[in-house]
């Protein structure tokens, strides 16, 4: 395909203008009848198509799914073993799952915040060397491969 071909696709006008008000509406100076338009999502997927891009990214959610059913499934069979080895109550062996949760729900909020405030990349940097310096600290102090 040459990139005069390329040139030469044309998409349909994007429906995303329709819900922007123009500029003489924003003044005043539009039709006050004039009836808002709604899109839905159905509309824009039928616009857009469904491509690489779109399979990829519901790959990556799939895949994300599936870590995250394996987490809750590891820790209704770890708990049971856990309560057994070491003697812990009902009670305390549910508190070590909430604990989970919680601090997966603590870490989306102040990921957000600080996301939206500082940078998704820095937010990104910064938990990696919470998540990775740990495991990975101790291996500096290794004599070298000689």
Request: net charge negative; charged share 15%.
């Amino acid at each position: 395909m040459s990139s005069s071909d390329l040139g030469s696709q044309q998409h349909p006008p994007s429906p995303f203008r329709s819900l922007c008000p123009s500029r003489a509406a924003m003044a005043g100076g539009g039709d006050a009848e004039e009836e808002e338009e709604t899109y839905t999502t159905d509309d824009a997927l039928t616009w857009a198509g469904f491509g690489r891009f779109q399979a990829l990214v519901l790959a990556y959610a799939c895949v994300g799914w599936v870590a995250e059913a394996m987490e809750v499934m590891l820790l209704s069979f770890v708990g049971p073993s856990v309560k057994a080895e070491w003697g812990v109550s009902g009670a305390a062996e549910g508190l070590v799952s909430s604990v989970v949760f919680a601090g997966m729900l603590i870490g989306a909020c102040l990921g957000g915040l600080i996301s939206d405030r500082y940078g998704r990349s820095t937010w990104v940097e910064v938990a990696a060397c919470i998540v990775f310096g740990p495991m990975f600290y101790p291996a500096r102090f290794l004599p070298p491969n000689t």
